[in-house]
């Protein structure tokens, strides 16, 4: 497999917060893995592993390379990993 690039799936805005405010720091919804963009191993590729779509995460800025004996995932996040990839790094 290919390097692993970590990504944020963000949760929407609030409608009626106004930019700059404390809202545009959204929570994490979902923490996914996707496989990095070819010849590019910092970017992300298209999709994630589980099938989403990238185009509107976020990249982490911790990635599995840095770390190669921790989990995929940033630790903070442990409780909205994405199951569906997880299971497939695990495989």
Known sequence: MSEIVV????????????????A???PVRRVHAAPSAPGAPSATGP?????????????????????PTASWYPPE????????CDAVIKT
């Open 47 to 67: 999709r994630t592993l589980c099938g989403k779509d990238t185009f509107a995460m976020e990249t982490a800025s911790r990635q599995p390379a840095e770390h």
């Open 7 to 22: 990504v944020y799936e963000l949760d929407k805005p609030i409608a009626g917060d106004s930019p700059g405010t404390a």
């Open 24 to 26: 545009e720091a959204r």
């Open 77 to 84: 996040y442990a409780s909205v990993v994405c199951s569906d």
